[in-house]
């Protein structure tokens, strides 16, 4: 009888903790990439439509390998996670996401009915491993990686370079994204600009150039650059340049548009470009890990997102640009302040001349200089450990000697200490 309660205690324990978990959603979305009152909103959105009720713990983070070693090394139970396009081929390679599914009951579909058929085709190019992409994340924001500068220090023809980072002119205002693998694309960009002349190596092969001797000259690039830089920023560098405190920051087009709006107001001007080597383009979707205990309310929150008023909501408090290609998010994002360019690629044919921001959605000419970021595989720690060289070498020999002279002093008033005590020792005993 007594075994009959406990396994009976057990069991209503077990359903009462499952049923907890099924009305929880766990998000893991970077910082600062989000309008936070669409977190409740969800909540009761969700509700509506499926009569449960659900409860968003909502975590954040500030780079993609950080997101990438807690589900893949730690496991961890996150419903529903925003990687960019090279970890999202990673992470089907590795077999760690689940298909998003598109069953909705009476709900519309947001997702298919206003994905821009060019982050489709995008998404089509991620290398799945025999798995397409599109089945597996579905886009929120994509952009550039260029450089935002402030005119009044530097030239545009000083900033269309990427070699801007590592101008002398600019030494301790210079920031860069602390992002290893946007950083190390844009270099290679650079330093094989010949060779794309020539036409001996395209863009996307550059996506893959790994070997020793490339990490090497990337190495050797990046640490002048670090003798110059005032910062690495996963995302205070906007910030920074609103102050005036960094006049070059290797950024994304979002943050660049976020700190441009900002500066405008604080009578500041920034602009961004991205340099005529050639630049990457990317995209982060949210995906739903192998490990999720929610994939129903994970594929809901997806849907949601992609609900035109709420792309609309997150763009204008985030300044990122959505993967939407609906209708109403060209109406609101078109701009009469602003010269008109080519968006056919992203809206389709009648997108030939429209007025919009050309940092949140670059002319089609720029676009055709960009290219994308694929997964290292097994080379990618190989990146990540010249990256903290990097990093590492003034902060070595900085924090060296600061650890020399405090043993020194340390040492030294140990001695002191002893030398006092021990001659006050002598005088007593001389007494
Ligand atoms: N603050 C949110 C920034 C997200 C930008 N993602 C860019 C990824 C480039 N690989």
């Given at each position: 009888?007594?075994?009959?309660?406990?396994?009976?205690?057990?069991?209503?324990?077990?359903?009462?903790?499952?049923?907890?978990?099924?009305?929880?959603?766990?998000?893991?979305?970077?910082?600062?990439?989000?309008?936070?009152?669409?977190?409740?909103?969800?909540?009761?959105?969700?509700?509506?439509?499926?009569?449960?009720?659900?409860?968003?713990?909502?975590?954040?983070?500030?780079i993609n390998e950080?997101?990438l070693?807690?589900?893949?090394?730690?496991?961890?139970?996150?419903?529903?996670?925003?990687p960019s396009d090279y970890i999202?081929e990673r992470?089907?390679?590795?077999?760690?996401?689940?298909?998003?599914?598109?069953?909705?009951?009476?709900?519309?579909?947001?997702?298919?009915?206003?994905?821009?058929?060019?982050?489709?085709?995008?998404?089509?190019?991620?290398?799945?491993?025999?798995?397409?992409?599109?089945?597996?994340?579905?886009?929120?924001?994509?952009?550039?990686t260029?450089?935002?500068?402030?005119?009044?220090?530097?030239?545009?023809?000083?900033?269309?370079?990427?070699?801007?980072?590592?101008?002398?002119?600019?030494?301790?205002?210079?920031?860069i994204k602390d992002s290893p693998r946007d950083v190390y694309s844009q270099i290679i960009?650079?330093?094989?600009?010949?060779?794309?002349?020539?036409?001996?190596?395209?863009?996307?092969?550059?996506m893959n150039y790994t070997?020793?001797?490339?990490i090497?000259?990337v190495?050797?690039?990046m640490?002048?650059?670090?003798?110059?830089?005032?910062?690495?920023?996963?995302?205070?560098?906007?910030?920074?340049?609103?102050?005036?405190?960094?006049?070059?920051?290797l950024?994304w087009?979002?943050?660049?548009?976020?700190?441009?709006?900002?500066?405008?107001?604080?009578?500041?001007?920034?602009?961004?470009?991205?340099?005529?080597?050639?630049?990457t383009?990317w995209?982060?979707?949210?995906?739903?890990?192998?490990?999720?205990?929610?994939?129903?309310?994970?594929?809901?929150?997806?849907?949601?997102?992609?609900?035109?008023?709420?792309?609309?909501?997150?763009?204008?408090?985030?300044?990122?640009?959505?993967?939407?290609?609906?209708?109403?998010?060209?109406?609101?994002?078109?701009?009469?302040?602003?010269?008109?360019?080519?968006?056919?690629?992203?809206?389709?044919?009648?997108?030939?001349?429209?007025?919009?921001?050309?940092?949140?959605?670059?002319?089609?000419?720029?676009?055709?200089?960009?290219t994308m970021e694929h997964d290292w595989g097994?080379n990618t720690g190989k990146l990540i450990?010249m990256w903290?060289?990097?990093?590492?070498?003034?902060?070595?020999?900085?924090?060296?000697?600061?650890?020399?002279?405090?043993?020194?002093?340390?040492?030294?008033?140990?001695?002191?200490?002893?030398?006092?005590?021990?001659?006050?020792?002598?005088?007593?005993?001389?007494?």
């Open positions: 009888m007594k075994r009959l309660t406990v396994l009976l205690a057990a069991a209503i324990l077990a359903a009462g903790c499952a049923s907890d978990r099924s009305s929880i959603l766990k998000v893991y979305n970077w910082s600062d990439y989000i309008d936070e009152s669409a977190i409740p909103e969800f909540e009761q959105w969700y509700q509506e439509q499926t009569g449960e009720s659900v409860k968003v713990i909502y975590q954040t983070f500030d950080t997101m070693s807690k589900i893949e090394k730690g496991h961890e139970d996150y419903d529903v996670v925003c999202i992470m089907l390679a590795s077999d760690l996401l689940l298909p998003i599914g598109r069953d909705f009951g009476d709900t519309p579909n947001y997702i298919d009915d206003n994905l821009s058929p060019y982050i489709r085709s995008c998404f089509d190019k991620i290398d799945g491993k025999g798995k397409n992409a599109n089945d597996y994340a579905v886009g929120y924001m994509w952009g550039t260029g450089i935002l500068y402030n005119p009044k220090y530097v030239s545009d023809e000083e900033a269309s370079t990427w070699d801007v980072i590592r101008n002398p002119k600019f030494a301790d205002k210079i920031f960009l650079y330093l094989k600009q010949k060779e794309l002349a020539e036409g001996s190596v395209t863009m996307d092969g550059l070997s020793d001797a490339d090497d000259a190495e050797q690039y640490k002048e650059v670090s003798a110059l830089a005032a910062g690495w920023e996963a995302d205070f560098g906007k910030d920074q340049m609103v102050q005036e405190r960094g006049w070059v920051n950024t087009s979002g943050d660049a548009v976020w700190a441009i709006d900002e500066a405008q107001e604080a009578g500041v001007e920034l602009k961004y470009v991205c340099p005529r080597e050639g630049a383009v995209f982060d979707g949210w995906v739903i890990p192998k490990y999720a205990q929610n994939p129903k309310a994970a594929r809901y929150w997806i849907n949601f997102l992609s609900r035109p008023d709420i792309v609309i909501r997150n763009v204008e408090e985030v300044g990122y640009v959505s993967t939407s290609g609906a209708p109403e998010i060209l109406e609101a994002f078109t701009d009469d302040s602003f010269e008109p360019i080519d968006l056919t690629y992203f809206f389709g044919e009648a997108a030939d001349s429209v007025c919009a921001n050309p940092v949140l959605y670059p002319d089609k000419s720029v676009i055709d200089n960009c097994e450990e903290s060289r990097v990093k590492g070498d003034n902060a070595n020999s900085l924090t060296y000697i600061i650890l020399a002279v405090a043993v020194l002093a340390i040492v030294g008033a140990i001695v002191a200490a002893r030398r006092k005590k021990s001659s006050r020792r002598r005088k007593g005993s001389r007494r």
